[in-house]
C-alpha cells in the first residue's frame, strides 16, 4: 500500500494531534502498543506488520459476523431532489442487500463552469448521529448547522452520501431493539456493528458507481453514531483514504460499546479484542480522532499513542492525530473546518 502524503503543516494545530495532554486522566485506558507480537516483542518490518494486521482483521471478522457483499454496486432511484446552496440534493432508494430496500441522501455539487467536463471529484460517507430524523441531519434538512457535514463537504466539491443507520430503517424510534431483534432473525450470527459496517461499504459502492467519482480519493465522516461506524469502516475496507471519527468513544469503556446494537455486552469478554488494535489497521491511512472531553479527548490519547509505532513503521507518520476540541460532544464550526483541512491535506 502506497502512503499518503505524509508531509504536514508546520503550525501549532497540526503539531499538537501527536502530542499528549499535559495531564493525562485517570479514567484513561492503559494500552498495549499495537506494534508488539503476541510475545510482546516489538514488530520490526512492514512484512511482520502486515502479516498481524491480517490476523486482527481475521480476529474481529469472526466476532462480528459477515454479510456478503454483492459484487455488484447498488442501484438507486431518486425519490426527490432540491437545489440548495450550490448542490443539488436527492434523497434516493437502493437496496444494500437485495430485497431490502434503504433511503439515503445523494448530494453532488452543482456544474461549475470552471471544471472542466468529466472531471472527478473527491467523494465522501458521512454517517449520521443518533437523532431520529437520521440522514436529514448530514443532509442539511433538519437539525443544528454544525451536522450538517454531507451538506458543507458538497459545498466543498466532494460528492457525498449520506446513508440511513439500519436502527431506523427496520426498527422504530426510541426503540432500537426492534432493529436488533430483526437483525438477529435476518442475520443470526451477525453483531450490529458488522450491518454498519456492510452498509457503509455499501455506500461507498453506491458513490464509486457515478461516474464522476474519484475512486483515490474516499473520505469518511461520522459524529457519536457515525463517528463509531467510521472507525470500522476505515479499518476494514481500505478504499477510504481518510478519516475523520468525534466522540464515539475510542474505548470500549469510553461508551456504550456492549449495546446490542453495537458490538453487544459479550465484547467485555472478549480481552483479546480492543480499539487499539483495530485502529492501527487503518495505517497507512489517515485517521483523525476528535474529542470533546466526552466520549473522546484527553482520555483517548492512549489509543493515539499505542499507534503511531504503526504509522510511523507503515511511512506516514503524521497520518494519525487526536484533536481535543473541548465543547463537550458535539461537532463545532471548527471541527467542519478542520475536517476539510485534513482531507484536502491526505488526497494530495
Partial sequence: MT???????NDAWWNALRKPPTKLPENADRCRPALTDDQGRTIATAAEWSAKRAGIVRKWTEYLG??????APPKFEVLES?????????????????GLPVEGYLLRPLPDAGKSKGQKRPVAVVLHSTVDYTIRQPAGLE???????GLKLAQAGYL????????????????????????????????????MTFDARRAVDLLLSLPEADPNRVVAIGHSLGAKEVLYLAALDERIKATVSCEGGIGIG?????????????????????????????????????????????????????????????GNPAGVGLWNHKLGHAFPPEAMSRSLEWFAHFLR
Fill in 143 to 149: 437539525g443544528p448547522e454544525t451536522k450538517w457535514i
Fill in 66 to 71: 459477515e454479510i456478503e457483499i454483492p459484487d
Fill in 254 to 314: 469510553y461508551s456504550n460499546w456492549d449495546a446490542p446494537w453495537y458490538l453487544d455486552a459479550e465484547i467485555k469478554r472478549r480481552d483479546d479484542l480492543n480499539h487499539a488494535e483495530l485502529l492501527a489497521c487503518v495505517a497507512p491511512r489517515a485517521f483523525l480522532l476528535v474529542g470533546g472531553d466526552s466520549a473522546d479527548g484527553d482520555l483517548s490519547w492512549p489509543y493515539i499513542e499505542a499507534v503511531l509505532p504503526v504509522w510511523k513503521l507503515t
Fill in 160 to 195: 457525498a452520501f449520506c446513508p440511513r443507520c439500519y436502527l431506523w430503517q427496520y426498527g422504530e424510534p426510541k426503540d432500537l431493539r426492534k432493529a436488533v431483534a430483526w437483525l438477529q432473525r435476518r442475520h443470526p450470527n451477525v453483531k450490529g456493528m458488522a450491518k
Fill in 3 to 9: 502512503p499518503p502524503n505524509s508531509t504536514v503543516p
Fill in 82 to 98: 432540491d437545489t440548495t446552496a450550490g448542490v443539488l440534493r436527492e434523497l434516493v432508494r437502493y437496496e444494500a442487500e437485495p
